[in-house]
């Protein structure tokens, strides 16, 4: 049987080993939207300006789309458009140091290879293997997010105020050793939920196309982004269980998920709910407390249910959350506290960020905000179906293991409402927005590569679902080969040239092989 994170770690390894035999001896050209992430950098470096006309001209050796963009555009300031986010830039900004390092280092050797100049040898290699880095990161955290929902009490809808709320449950602590094993969080639920962690993360991995631009086009933004959007849901599911998480880590994460890709902004929902619905439920139990005694406050969540629910006084609410009623109209304390830097540490990041973005804008543009994509490229007709069945990458045609973790919701819904809603919204929310855009496929595309920062909320459904059928997890491992093959198919015949790489096709010939 699967045993610990270690299996995490092997296959880590090995897409490392594949990474570099197809990296090593040539590394993967930096083309398409690529190009125009790394102008940034570039640019910045070493023409200490923000006017793209020498990088596309380097580029326009190979890349269509920076030609087309020399040859055919011009801002209204006189300058070459960049169209594109500056946040995967600022990502890359460290492996592009180490590049330009080593590049300084070998030019002794072979300056004409390794010329320190931002386009040879180390800095391609270095950018392509930022790719594999986020996505090897992003599945390692996805794993410890998935490893906290499916093994922790706190995010059970039995348990009641997460630990944030400062309350001490006396009544929960007294029942804790009768409580029912599913909520003690005992050794054998804990490598149930190991093993059913390992197998979700693996198929949200290798059987979706975050796999693909891991390996194949590490250059998109797609990888930093979602790694950036792993690391702000494990905050705040730590937020959640109690612990304190560094304001100016969250304060960074919150400006460079934006900064990467502007629609990251629907991540960002989750925060206050997280943040403040424990604190207010919190303030509403002190406030009983205070009114009645403690001797006779309702039981917690956890109580309730080792007292085999014989305390019928009072109900819990969706959230899973004990319910209670304010005793009072006035502000709770937490924001008598000054609670309130929770919200400035959330808000100035984002100011922050629109402060910034809109100056870019003006430089470039001659205007302090607009949609550098062109009038049209978020429209008001909605296309759901075709985003998700389409051959032109729809989601669940090209990554089917996605339909597994949208019924997960489901389980997950039983388990933990709060977070099986959420994740709900926010992928109801980038599927709307996808659905609007002018190129429905995202152009050039392996699968529906826009859906890939939506994966850490489907990972949730997905563990949830295996959870839920764990007695049959031999027939769960045979599923994901299924699928992982699938994608692999897939990916190999768009590689090939076989699948064209945008646009709608005859599904069932191009995955044949053309026969």
């Known amino acids: 049987m699967l045993k610990s994170g270690k299996v995490i770690l092997f296959f880590c390894f090995i897409t490392f080993l594949a990474f570099l035999i197809l990296n090593l001896a040539a590394p993967h050209q930096i083309e398409g939207d690529g190009v125009f992430y790394y102008s940034w950098l570039h640019s910045a470096v070493f023409d200490r300006d923000f006017d793209f006309k020498d990088q596309l001209e380097h580029f326009a050796a190979y890349d269509t789309a920076s030609a087309l963009v020399l040859k055919y555009r011009l801002t209204p300031t006189g300058k070459t458009p960049n169209a594109y986010a500056f946040g995967t830039a600022l990502m890359w900004l460290p492996f592009f140091l180490v590049a330009h390092f080593l590049s300084l280092i070998f030019q002794i050797f072979n300056p004409d290879f390794f010329r320190p100049d931002g386009y040879s040898y180390f800095y391609i290699l270095m950018i392509n293997f930022s790719g594999w880095f986020f996505g090897a990161g992003a599945v390692f ?41 599913r909520f003690r969080g005992d050794d054998k639920r804990g490598k149930s939920s190991d093993q059913t962690a390992i197998l979700a993360v693996l198929a949200i991995w290798l059987a979706t196309p975050l796999v693909y631009y891991q390996m194949l086009e590490p250059w998109m933004s797609h990888l930093a982004s979602l790694f950036l959007v792993s690391v702000w849901l494990y905050l705040l599911m730590k937020i959640w269980q109690g612990e304190k998480v560094n304001s100016w880590v969250l304060a960074a994460i919150i400006f460079l998920l934006l900064a990467t890709r502007w629609q990251n902004a629907i991540f960002l929902i989750g925060y206050l709910p997280v943040v403040f619905l424990p604190l207010y439920k919190g303030e509403v139990r002190r406030g009983y407390e205070g009114k009645i005694g403690k001797q006779n406050l309702p039981l917690s969540g956890a109580a309730f249910v080792a007292s085999n629910g014989r305390d019928k ?20 304390s937490f924001v008598r506290r000054g609670k309130l830097s929770e919200i400035l540490f959330f808000l100035i990041p984002i100011a922050v960020f629109v402060i910034i973005q809109s100056l870019l804008w003006k430089n470039l543009f001659g205007e302090y905000f607009l949609t550098p994509q062109g009038v ?12 998700l069945f389409s051959t032109n990458r729809g989601l ?60 850490p909320f489907l990972a949730l459904g997905l563990g949830a679902l295996f959870d839920e059928f764990k007695k049959y997890r031999w027939v769960i491992t045979i599923i994901i080969a299924i699928f992982i093959l699938w994608n692999l198919v897939l990916m190999e015949n768009y590689r090939q040239g076989i699948i064209p790489h945008s646009g709608e096709f005859d599904f069932l010939i191009s995955i044949t092989g053309g026969r």
Do not use: M
């Open 141 to 181: 955290l996805i794993y410890k997010i998935l490893k906290l929902i499916l093994s922790s009490e706190k995010f059970s809808n039995h348990s009641v105020i997460p630990a944030q709320a400062g309350i001490q449950n006396e009544s929960e602590s007294l029942f804790q050793n009768n409580l029912d094993p």
């Open 376 to 387: 049209g490229f978020i429209r008001p007709q909605i296309h759901l179906l075709y985003t």
């Open 396 to 455: 669940l045609l090209w990554s089917p293991i996605l339909i597994l973790a949208l019924a997960g919701f489901y389980p997950l819904f039983k388990k933990t409402k709060f977070w099986a809603i959420l994740s709900a919204v926010i992928f109801t929310l980038v599927w709307i927005l996808n659905s609007s855009l002018n190129d429905l496929g995202g152009g050039d595309a392996f699968g529906g590569r826009r859906f890939i920062e939506v994966l």
């Open 313 to 332: 006084r009072h109900s819990v609410s969706p959230f899973g959350l004990t319910s209670f009623l304010p005793v009072a109209s006035r502000p709770p």
